[in-house]
């Protein structure tokens, strides 16, 4: 397996159309009356992605990568914010969200506002910020 290799765009994007269909794999918790529908959807993601341009990585390495990849982007967003709330003006020294970037968070975040009946203070900080940031552009 290329352990090594990137995961290309065109696998991010399959990968992002795929939460969208697929809300509950979010949520990482399988359902009581389908026990292995998360480890399932794993395997379909990984079968999906290695059929692909870029690495090839079993379920469980798709799963820990992509959840660095989710943290990364969650990470990045707070980063592009905080410098858009600076005073001082000058040049912003961190590079802004691509148009993806941002359809990937709001699959990410907005899902979870939705479904999960209690949201920590970071995750409720970090939507309001990132929903008021769409609405600036």
Not at 37 to 43: E, G, N, P, Q, S
């Amino acid at each position: 397996m290329e352990m090594n290799m990137r995961t290309t765009q065109s696998q991010l994007r399959w990968y992002v159309s795929f939460i969208k269909d697929h809300p509950q794999l979010l949520q990482g918790k399988n359902c009581p009356t389908a026990p292995h529908l998360i480890a399932d959807m794993w395997l379909e993601i990984a079968t999906n992605l290695n059929a692909m341009v870029g690495p090839t990585r079993s379920s469980d390495a798709w799963r820990e990568s992509l959840r660095n990849w989710r943290k990364q982007l969650r990470s990045r967003a707070r980063k592009v914010i905080a410098e858009r709330n600076k005073t001082g003006g000058g040049q912003n020294p961190v590079s802004e969200l691509t148009e993806f970037e941002q359809q990937a968070l709001e699959a990410l975040l907005l899902w979870r506002t939705t479904q999960t009946p209690y949201l920590d203070s970071r995750l409720k900080t970090t939507r309001k910020i990132f929903r008021h940031h769409i609405q600036r552009d």
